[in-house]
């Protein structure tokens, strides 16, 4: 496994070693949003997690695809029901279901 930041990065050729080695055309990796870090090649993603968290990352701060294909869904959605048709059917008491866990963790930390 590796850790990748501003000083420590990958090359495309590294990158594509990486794949070979492991999955042919995937890297994996896990994010961290804050610290501007990522692990990389490694067979699963909590491994990776594991990494980050334990070189001090916090959970909330750590994104990896399918966290990323969440929120382009979600952002998807609030498109479609603010400004185009609403085809998923989106109404303002779904949104304020889905949003609650967020304004009440915001919440909690003041």
Same mark, same amino acid.
């Given at each position: 496994?590796?850790?990748?930041?501003?000083?420590?990065?990958?090359?495309?050729?590294?990158?594509?070693?990486?794949?070979?080695?492991?999955?042919?055309?995937?890297?994996?990796?896990?994010?961290?949003?804050?610290?501007?870090?990522?692990?990389?090649?490694?067979?699963?993603?909590?491994?990776?997690?594991? %990494?980050?968290?334990?070189?001090?990352?916090?959970?909330?701060?750590?994104?990896?695809?399918?966290?990323?294909?969440?929120?382009?869904?979600?952002?998807?959605?609030?498109?479609?029901? %603010?400004? %185009?048709?609403?085809?998923?059917?989106?109404?303002?008491?779904?949104?304020?279901?889905?949003?609650?866990? %967020?304004?009440?963790?915001?919440?909690?930390?003041?």
């Amino acid at each position: 496994m590796r850790l990748v930041d501003r000083e420590n990065q990958i090359t495309v050729n590294e990158s594509r070693e990486m794949a070979a080695a492991m999955f042919g055309e995937l890297v994996k990796a896990v994010v961290d949003v804050r610290l501007q870090v990522m692990a990389v090649d490694a067979e699963l993603q909590s491994d990776e997690e594991a %990494f980050l968290l334990e070189r001090g990352s916090e959970q909330e701060d750590l994104w990896y695809k399918s966290r990323l294909r969440e929120l382009l869904r979600v952002r998807e959605a609030l498109a479609d029901y %603010f400004v %185009f048709d609403n085809s998923y059917h989106s109404s303002d008491e779904a949104w304020l279901s889905y949003f609650r866990f %967020f304004l009440l963790a915001a919440r909690g930390n003041r």
